[in-house]
């Protein structure tokens, strides 16, 4: 398997959570591939740890379907299923529309400055075509808002949902075409926070997030069905 060489042993008190959230990024950002397989053996042999820590590590990452285990055979990078797809982002555009719905009587004057920053920041590295930078101020945009609807369950349950979209939320960000919707939608969605208008705030979140899934569900179809054989990974934006 792929790992890369500039990856720092780790401290074997937090080896867990640490290898979680390494194996973890090498499967959103595409460094492990669907269909890649895992062996624990060479990630414990890496990171000069015992098996232990690494399958457990694997246990969470099945559970949060970005992995699959054959007993007795291997561990595999989970494909990006259309059905998981669309549970994510119509379960997304709820809570999320529910967010923006709640931080516009709860919002504070900081906390939309903060708002305000974060997004002029998005725009910048959208217009600087910096998916990776995209994709940060992106998620802090997203965050700041769940956060200012001052609502824990809210909260709790978003953040949930985001992590089983990661892998396609990092390729969207690297497609031109996509970050100059995503920006659009972002400056209305903060134009409606900025006025209090909580309807209308919960009707484009919700419209934002379901234009992402119909985004996602047309690019993963085409790469199922052979379009852009060459770079499947060019082909899966959201």
């Known amino acids: 398997m792929p ?19 390494v194996v973890c990024s ?18 414990a042999k890496r ?16 559970g949060q379907k970005l992995v699959y285990v054959v007993p007795g055979r291997a561990t595999v990078v989970a494909d990006i299923d259309p059905a998981d797809i669309e549970k994510c982002y119509r379960t997304l555009a709820e809570l999320q529309g529910l967010a923006a719905e709640l931080a ?21 590295a959208c217009g600087r075509n910096d998916g990776t930078d995209a994709i940060t101020q992106d998620n802090l945009f997203h965050d700041a808002i769940v956060r200012g609807a001052h609502n824990e369950y809210v909260e709790e349950f978003s953040h949930t949902m985001i992590l089983h979209i990661q892998r396609i ?48 569900l047309r690019d993963v179809a085409g790469m199922i069905h052979g379009a852009g054989a060459e770079s499947g990974q060019d082909v899966l934006t959201k």
């Open 3 to 21: 790992i890369p060489e500039n990856v720092e042993n780790l401290r074997r008190v937090s080896a867990k959570s640490s290898i979680y959230q």
């Open 26 to 43: 090498w499967i959103i950002t595409g460094v492990l591939k669907p269909g890649e397989k895992i062996v624990d053996s060479e990630l």
């Open 47 to 62: 990171f000069n740890v015992s098996r232990t820590p690494v399958r457990e590590a694997i246990q969470i990452l099945e």
């Open 104 to 124: 516009c009587g709860s919002l504070t004057d900081r906390e939309l400055e903060q708002l305000e920053r974060i997004h002029a920041a998005f725009v910048d």
């Open 169 to 216: 939320k990092y390729h969207y960000f690297h497609c031109d075409r996509l970050r100059k919707i995503s920006v659009s939608q972002h400056g209305e969605i903060l134009q409606t926070i900025q006025a209090r208008d909580s309807a209308r705030a919960k009707e484009l979140m919700r419209s934002h997030w379901l234009c992402s899934m119909e985004n996602s």
